[in-house]
């Protein structure tokens, strides 16, 4: 039960699923990417705005083999392979991004990019800009000063990496959960350059129960008595408050069958000798999802849990009016992959996508993922859907 653990926080408790030693290890490096100036799509300047990507698979001579996988909230552009070959476990689409794997290496240039205000800021393998960062007009990290960035920042920023290196047209942008949302953004706002999108446990745009549950995960930070209105930096880092956020997520994006499956692993009981002696102490269960969140916590940084959940909150594809009349400008097949026990981003909001899609006549399919495990499914049991995946990309 550990190690299935290890496997499914893939959200925000994440650790990939290990490769058999029979498979033959894809390597790859981070990059840096550097911009001078970057305008957020609030009217902002970012100054020498960073953040990290790689690949996996050789671009071709065309410029055409171009697979873009945008990454969930907790990730980076990890998305496959090792850094190292004695590293402990790959990158978290493993399973379906490799040679001869459903997202082809031999054939496909796969490439990923580290995020604005990545969670993982404290990650030596991660390269951001956000909060954390240094303000060059200051010297001194931003904190709250950061702009508001959004889905489409993202997006707008993988875009200028994509065309550092000659690219200006992809075969496909797939992503699962916030990765989702920067998939379906890339067709509707740059349907030219986008032919077919996979989006995964995903949604179309953040809907009023959605932001109201992003902003609990936002709570536990705000209130922690070290977060100091973000300025931080030189002081005792508000980890109470980010450990709750995460123990939050954790629960949200898990499903009560995995849930109830872990506490028998533990011997819990609803009268364990430990919290009905002293209210100080807590039960098993609730020890178990301390512990890895606190352990989690260590590489990443508040402020920048809380740029993330903002990012998804404000989040409409397109960035028009309504869904449906962001919708008309898609020019890709779609493929919508949710997950039937998905309690975080349920499916009715991957589906309301589809239907607006399918209601003006594009090209749009919807599947579901089988699981246990709730969102997090759509990372750990991809491979279920590897055919489906392959054949269209192949459509």
Not at 325 to 351: C, G, H
Request: one cysteine or more; proline letters at 5%.
């Amino acid at each position: 039960m550990a190690r299935i653990f290890l496997l499914c926080c893939a959200l925000l408790l994440a650790l990939p699923a290990v490769v058999a030693a029979s498979e033959e290890v894809l390597l790859t490096t981070k990059q840096r990417f550097s911009m001078p100036s970057y305008t957020t799509v609030g009217g902002r300047t970012i100054k020498s705005l960073q953040v990290g990507w790689e690949s996996y698979g050789k671009l071709n001579q065309a410029k055409d083999n171009v697979i873009l996988i945008t990454h969930y909230f907790s990730a980076n552009s990890h998305a496959a392979g090792k850094y190292h070959p004695d590293d402990a476990a790959p990158g978290y689409w493993d399973a379906i991004i490799g040679p001869g794997k459903a997202i082809d290496t031999n054939q496909y240039f796969v490439i990923s990019v580290d995020s604005l205000a990545n969670l993982n800021a404290h990650d030596p393998n991660v390269i951001t800009t956000g909060p954390s960062s240094i303000n060059p007009d200051t010297g001194k990290p931003y904190g709250l000063d950061f702009p508001v960035v959004t889905i489409k920042d993202f997006v707008n920023v993988q875009k200028a990496v994509l065309e550092s290196l000659g690219v200006s047209k992809l075969h496909a942008v797939i992503g699962p959960s916030m990765g989702s949302m920067q998939a379906l953004e890339w067709a509707a706002s740059y349907p030219d350059w986008v032919p077919r999108m996979v989006s995964v446990i995903g949604t179309g745009d953040s809907d009023a129960w959605t932001t109201a549950a992003l902003e609990q995960w936002a709570i536990p930070i705000r209130l922690d008595k070290n977060w100091q209105e973000g300025d931080y930096y030189d002081g005792e880092t508000p980890l109470d408050g980010l450990a709750a956020a995460l123990m939050l997520i954790t629960q949200q994006a898990l499903h009560p069958l995995y849930f109830n499956q872990q506490g028998e692993s533990l011997n819990y009981h609803p009268l364990e000798t430990g919290p009905l002696s002293s209210i100080r102490k807590s039960h098993s269960i609730v020890t178990w999802l301390t512990e890895r969140a606190r352990t989690r916590a260590e590489k990443m940084d508040a402020n920048h849990l809380l740029y993330l959940v903002r990012a998804c909150q404000l989040f409409l594809a397109g960035h028009g009016d309504s869904l449906s009349q962001t919708m008309r400008s898609v020019k890709a097949k779609t493929l919508f992959l949710p997950a039937e026990n998905d309690l975080l981003l349920m499916p009715y909001m991957a589906q309301k996508a589809h239907d607006a899609l399918q209601q003006q006549g594009k090209d749009s399919r919807y599947e579901e993922l089988s699981g246990s495990l709730g969102h997090f499914d759509g990372v750990v049991s991809i491979k279920q859907k590897a055919d489906a995946i392959e054949a269209f990309l192949q459509y």
